[in-house]
């Protein structure tokens, strides 16, 4: 079945020591999104990929980082996690970006700070 | 910024019982899609039921079903003949049309007993 995949589903990492979170999808989507969402709160987009192009949210912190090697692959790289980092990260996708797409998520991978 | 308000943390449902969700969601625009996805417990998020503003039909999904209301800005689950599969998070979401970042709502948790 065509899905969207996070490796790991939980990450450990160490205050300050940089950690990066996977996504693959074979859905052939055109966008990719990576979204926060900390505990007891409503999912909160970071940025996005259209193709190779990448959008920012205005109040993404910029320890947050996000590459995209190929149309399959994205990944998010936090440089100097905080305590305040923690969270579940969600990655979706959609064929294309607008309103009317639905977005196709995977099953988040959980990020703790020690 | 359009802000969506789930008002109940949590709510519980005997089997094969129904069981409303409530939303509501603030905006200035006059476009825009509104979804219901479902997050059981440690798997992905889901998509439900999607609801296009324009359309004054309800979207209807099987057992689930919307009441959609434009002017009061509520949009609301429904959920006849509850089963224990659908014991999970339900967010509802808001997109603009000329948008693509989901707007979330904080989450009801279901419970479904027996």
């Known amino acids: 079945d065509a899905m969207v995949i996070q490796n790991p589903r939980y990450q450990v990492t160490q205050f300050g020591k940089p950690v990066t979170l996977s996504c693959s999808q074979t859905l052939n989507h055109n966008v990719m999104y990576w979204y926060q969402q900390k505990s007891s709160q409503a999912p909160k987009l970071l940025f996005h990929y259209y193709d190779k192009d990448f959008n920012n949210e205005a109040d993404t912190p910029d320890n947050f980082q996000s590459r995209r090697p190929n149309t399959s692959f994205c990944f998010l790289d936090i440089r100097s996690p905080g305590l305040g980092d923690a969270a579940m990260y969600l990655c979706?996708?959609?064929?294309?970006?607008?309103?009317?797409?639905?977005?196709?998520f995977g099953d988040g991978t959980r990020l703790s700070i020690l | 910024a359009q802000t969506v308000t789930q008002s109940q943390p949590e709510m519980s449902v005997q089997e094969a019982e129904t069981v409303t969700l409530s939303c509501t969601y603030d905006t200035s625009e006059n476009n825009y899609y509104l979804f219901w996805y479902k997050q059981p417990p440690s798997r992905q998020m889901i998509l439900v039921i999607r609801q296009e503003a324009y359309k004054q039909q309800n979207a209807t999904e099987n057992r689930f079903s919307v009441n959609f209301q434009k002017a009061a800005k509520s949009f609301s689950l429904k959920i006849s003949d509850s089963q224990l599969g659908d014991t999970a998070m339900y967010f509802c979401?808001?997109?603009?049309?000329?948008?693509?970042?989901?707007?979330f709502g904080k989450g009801t948790s279901l419970l479904v007993t027996p």
């Open positions: 979401a808001y997109v603009s049309n000329s948008g693509y970042a989901l707007n």
């Open positions: 979706a996708t959609s064929r294309v970006r607008g309103g009317n797409q639905p977005q196709h």
